[in-house]
């Protein structure tokens, strides 16, 4: 069959390098996809969020199935696109429709979503700009630290974490009255404060049937010892070794089965990845946010780990079969550390040619902000490339991903050098 997958960052590389192992994938195509992604299949100059064109490639292309790597395609409404077009309604599109993408589109609405079916979550109120002086006095109700989290899409960088009263009241003004995140803040969601260890749980369903993948923790924070702003993410490790049987029993009992079962009761048409980010109080796990789409980099250490063909169970999502395929995962452990440009997340310089591709031994490389420029692979992006290994344990598998690390070079490269040590 003949795929196109939408996105150009590290989780499309990574979805891509195991869509074309399968038997059942002919020929790929990424739009707009990156240097790594034209090695293995063909990029196509599209923006994920044109649909018109996308259409037209669909059509021309003969393309059956359409993979959605990133949440704005999801949030924007591509399912409900290709399920209202005649010409189009038979592609399966594997994303969530409109409604949907809303659990991550909307702050609000995945709060309002937990609280209704009964999923444990952070006590929230919401605001506005017409009501920031009641939110002003909200905070003034909470202990510190402070959670404000813009409603909207803010690509990872919308959730502010902050230690003085007066401060967090500035910058929920800053928010909702001078837009800091644009229009992501024109509402703005006041949680209280977790106190535990995050993790990630990635959940692949067709609406009613769900399998679990590998559990991942992502590192958000540009310096170590998870200090400085927050990223798009650092590095991550699979699977999470304080994970054990007993959490992963109340995460599938109190949080997977009644998401999947509130899809249903609201009548939400729901075929692709749930990111479920999780934090561990006393070994109850709390939801902290939904995404709606899997997260990166967390999808370079999952989707190494899966051994199941990718395309079969991309297509047992589209018919509502996933019931019948068994997932087989790779016991090892898997690390990846992110390569990010000088100045990332703030202000960084483009088209910086990396050396050293070549010597990479024992480690996947999957580009994130890279293209090709007259033959050489040149950084195009906060966040470069990402350095996967192996191993039967995780400081096993990280140790081998900045090995290799050391033969990689472009000007300015920067990486965190302790991802994994807070798991020691």
Not at 217 to 223: H, S
Not at 362 to 379: C, R
């Amino acid at each position: 069959m003949t795929i196109l997958l939408l996105g150009s960052g590290g989780r499309e590389h990574a979805l891509a390098w195991k869509m074309v192992q399968s038997p059942l994938c002919d020929q790929l195509y990424v739009a707009p996809g990156n240097a790594g992604t034209a090695t293995i299949a063909t990029n196509v100059n599209l923006s994920p969020t044109d649909f018109d064109a996308i259409k037209t490639l669909v059509l021309q292309k003969n393309i059956t199935m359409v993979v959605v790597g990133p949440e704005d395609p999801l949030v924007k409404g591509i399912f409900d696109f290709f399920e209202n077009d005649s010409q189009l309604h038979h592609v399966a599109v594997i994303g969530p429709s409109k409604i949907g993408a809303q659990l991550e589109g909307s702050k609000e609405f995945a709060k309002k979503f937990l609280v209704k079916h009964q999923i444990p979550t952070a006590a929230y109120a919401s605001f506005t700009a017409e009501t920031v002086a009641q939110g002003c006095d909200f905070l003034a109700t909470l202990k510190p630290p402070y959670v404000l989290k813009a409603d909207g899409l803010a690509a990872g960088k919308g959730v502010l974490i902050i230690d003085n009263l007066a401060q967090a009241q500035d910058e929920l003004r800053s928010m909702l009255l001078n837009q800091k995140f644009g229009a992501a803040s024109t509402k703005v969601v006041i949680e209280e404060f977790l106190d535990g260890i995050e993790l990630s749980c990635f959940v692949l369903t067709d609406g009613k049937n769900y399998k679990i993948l590998p559990t991942a923790k992502d590192y958000k924070r540009i310096g170590e010892g998870d200090t400085g702003l927050n990223t798009g993410g650092m590095g991550a490790v699979s699977p999470v070794p304080y994970v054990d049987a007993a959490l992963m029993e109340k995460i599938e009992t109190r949080i997977v089965k009644p998401t999947i079962a509130g899809f249903q009761k609201d009548g939400i048409t729901y075929k692709g990845f749930v990111f479920i980010g999780l934090i561990n109080v006393n070994n109850e796990p709390i939801v902290i946010e939904y995404n709606v789409r899997m997260g990166d980099p967390e999808t370079e250490v999952v989707i190494p780990r899966l051994k199941t063909d990718l395309v079969s169970l991309f297509l047992a999502v589209s018919n509502q079969k996933l019931d019948e395929i068994s997932l087989e995962i790779d016991p090892r452990s898997a690390t990846t550390v992110m390569l990010v440009s000088g100045g990332y997340p703030e202000n960084f310089e483009k088209g910086k040619r990396i050396t050293g591709l070549e010597n990479i031994t024992d480690s996947i490389v999957f580009h994130a902000g890279t293209k090709l420029e007259n033959q050489n692979v040149v950084t195009n992006g906060g966040r470069v490339m990402a350095i996967t290994s192996y191993g039967d344990s995780f400081q096993e598998a990280i140790k081998k991903s900045y090995q290799n690390i050391d033969k990689l070079h472009f000007d300015k490269m920067n990486f965190r050098k302790d991802i994994g040590n807070d798991l020691l």
